[in-house]
């Protein structure tokens, strides 16, 4: 398969000039033509209107990982304190699994909707405590599956255009993994390595696909979102006046806008100065690419 290279269209936008401490778990919603992101240290949710250009930024009190945007209306994410429903009007959490509660020093990090609408998401010690985090399915029956243990950060999650594919990173192994993926039964297998990020690029954070079946990674400590085609091959990267890039997702109506969160958090004073827009939303409008679409949460 050739894959076509996508082209920008302009340069990269800074849409959200907020400076945050730890952007995160974008997603994209195709009903409101927004994107909902998180500080996941500032506790907070945010909902970025691109045609207004406002970013509203509403605290919730504990720390949100990853989100999905509910079919049954407002928000479904993961927090520290488990899985927990968010009511866009009252702004309230409800509480409804948690897999950790004898896991004190976890939270729950990155996370996405597979196409057949489970939250998945993953967990990490605060202090990143090597191997103590595990990746979790959420089902639509609001049951808990253990798909992965022994992770130190669950980062990374995407789906290939036939859902046939799972793709995960762990950050510190600088590797991403691929499971065979039964959409049926929400289970994975047959894992195996794809890529290996080079020291030089730093470590695989947050990922997403596109229709070509490519992968487009964030790279903390690269300061790029990287786009592998899934034999390994490096097909390009967009450079940000980020150190820290976290979490890309395609959005706008055509889903060829690649949204991608930062952080300031790791940052020495020294890099904060190179890099004073770190934490901020940006974006790179791009051609000849599609993205796969945020998927909904069907619980
Ligand atoms: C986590 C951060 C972590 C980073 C490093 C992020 O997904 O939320 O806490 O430092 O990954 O890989
Ligand atoms: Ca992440």
Redesign the pocket.
Known sequence: MTIQLAKPTDKIELVVDKQVK?G?GACWDPDTQCLYWVD?LGKSIHIYNPESGEDKAIGVGTMV?SLAVREAGGLITATTNGFATFDLDSHELNHIAHPETHLPGNRF??GKCDPAGRFLAGT?AFE?TQGAGSLYSLGSDHQVTTLLEDVT?S?GLGWSPDHKTFYYND?PTRQVLAFNYDLETGQISHGRVIITIPETMG?P?GMTTDEAGTLWIAL?SGGVVGRWSPDGTLLQTIALPAYNV?CPIFGGPHLNHLYITTAR??MAEKQLEQYPKAGGLFRLKLDGVKGMPSFKFKG
């Open positions: 730890l995160e996941i990982g990090n990155d990490m990143e950060i980062n950050s470590y954070d903390w976290t958090k790791g």
